[in-house]
């Protein structure tokens, strides 16, 4: 089976589709940017269990790391079968009267630049018309999107927003390449997200609002995930999948 590309794969959601996947047969690319410890854990894990995975550093936001990226998952696995755009950042929470140019400069370049030039590498050994054999892209998206974020991260939301739209706009754009391009839309998921966002009581507070009255897991975005990589899934792109509980 040819190699799996997953950005920001150190942690939380990326870690469990790492995880995922490698149970699944593929060989994994374990993207990170800083943590080298959780990469490598996360290797160490799907080593246990017989799979095969590297850990590779880079900003998904600078090119040249992208582009690197790439180049050492076709050197170590000969050919990419797929990629998760999964690597993002909420930009902390704020109110839009006080949002600085440099969250909204971050947060845009990670979860959307870093988006498109991660897919433009992928399309470019997948991709038929490249000499390819096809493959699938699932971009993370949220039920930010859709919600708006008012009142914590609307930055975040609208962010997540443009990558709904370069999930439909690319899936029609490489539909005749063989490659399938759709996104998962996560509610509120256990992660270190909310934490990290100086947010940590968030979940206990909003899970009453969720129909199914819990949380989401990461284990349970990574099984959205990994259907829509699967051939059951064969007759499926430009499709935005929320697995939000129902909210």
Not at 108 to 125: D, H, K, Q
Not at 165 to 187: C, H, K, M, Q, Y
Not at 199 to 222: F, H
Request: glycine share 12%.
């Amino acid at each position: 089976m040819d190699a799996l590309v997953v950005t920001g794969a150190s942690r939380g959601i990326g870690a469990a589709v790492a995880r995922l996947a490698a149970e699944r047969g593929y060989p994994v690319v374990v993207n990170y940017a800083r943590d080298r410890a959780a990469a490598e854990a996360v290797v160490a894990d799907i080593d246990v269990i017989g799979g095969r995975a590297i850990a590779v550093a880079g900003d998904v936001s600078l090119e040249g790391d992208v582009v690197a990226l790439f180049d050492r998952a076709i050197r170590e696995f000969g050919a990419i079968a797929g990629l998760v755009n999964n690597a993002g950042i909420t930009g902390g929470s704020s109110r839009v009267a006080e949002i600085s140019v440099e969250a909204l400069e971050r947060t845009f370049a990670i979860n959307v630049t870093g988006s498109f030039l991660c897919a433009r590498e992928a399309l470019r050994y997948m991709a038929y018309s490249r000499g390819g054999n096809g493959g699938t892209i699932v971009n993370l998206s949220s039920r930010a999107a859709q919600l708006g974020g008012g009142g914590e991260w609307v930055h975040y939301a609208a962010s997540k927003g443009a990558i709904d739209t370069f999930t439909r706009g690319l899936a029609i754009e490489l539909a005749g390449d063989g490659i399938r391009v759709n996104a998962v839309a996560p509610g509120l998921i256990e992660t270190d997200i909310h934490a990290t966002s100086q947010v940590p009581d968030r979940l206990a507070k909003m899970a009453p609002t969720i129909p199914l009255k819990r949380a989401g897991t990461a284990d349970e975005v990574a099984q959205a995930v990994l259907w829509l990589l699967s051939p059951a899934a064969s007759y499926v792109t430009g499709t935005i999948l929320d697995v939000s509980g129902g909210r």
